[in-house]
Nanobody, 127 residues
Framework: QVQLVESGGGLVQAGGSLRLSCAASGRTFSSSTMGWFRQAPGKEREFVAVINWNGGRTEYRHSVKGRFTISRDNAKNTVYLQMDSLKPEDTAVYYC????????????????????WGQGTQVTVTS
C-alpha cells in the first residue's frame, strides 16, 4: 500500500513559479514510476509528467515541456514538480500518482495505469 500527500499548490500570477511536492509512504516508492496529472473544472484528468524509478527517464505533456520539471528524491520518498512560466491554462487540481513498477510503460499517460493517488493540490494562475 502506498499513500501519497501533495503540497505546494497555491495562487500565482502568470509567469510565476510553484514547486509541488508529493510525499509517499510505503516501501515500494523507490521502485515505482511516479506521475503528475491535473484536472481543471469541467475537464477530464490529463497527464502532465512522469518519472521512472531512478529518475533516468522523464516524459511530459507537450504543453508543459520546457516549463515544468519532474524530479524525485528516493531517500526522502518524495517526487517534485517544478512549474515555471505558469499560464492561466495551467490552473487545475494537481494529483500525484504511483505505479508500483520501475519502468515506464507505453501507456504512461493513461491514468488507469496508476494504482495509487493523492488527494490533490489546487494550482491557480491569474492573468
Amino acid at each position: 500500500q502506498v499513500q501519497l500527500v501533495e503540497s505546494g499548490g497555491g495562487l500565482v500570477q502568470a509567469g510565476g513559479s510553484l514547486r509541488l511536492s508529493c510525499a509517499a509512504s510505503g516501501r515500494t516508492f523507490s521502485s515505482s514510476t511516479m506521475g503528475w496529472f491535473r484536472q481543471a473544472p469541467g475537464k477530464e484528468r490529463e497527464f502532465v509528467a512522469v518519472i521512472n524509478w531512478n529518475g533516468g527517464r522523464t516524459e511530459y505533456r507537450h504543453s508543459v515541456k520546457g516549463r515544468f520539471t519532474i524530479s524525485r528524491d528516493n531517500a526522502k520518498n518524495t517526487v517534485y514538480l517544478q512549474m515555471d512560466s505558469l499560464k492561466p491554462e495551467d490552473t487545475a487540481v494537481y494529483y500525484c500518482a504511483a505505479r508500483p513498477r520501475p519502468y515506464l510503460s507505453g501507456t504512461f499517460s493513461d491514468h488507469a495505469e496508476y494504482d495509487y493517488w493523492g488527494q490533490g493540490t489546487q494550482v491557480t494562475v491569474t492573468s
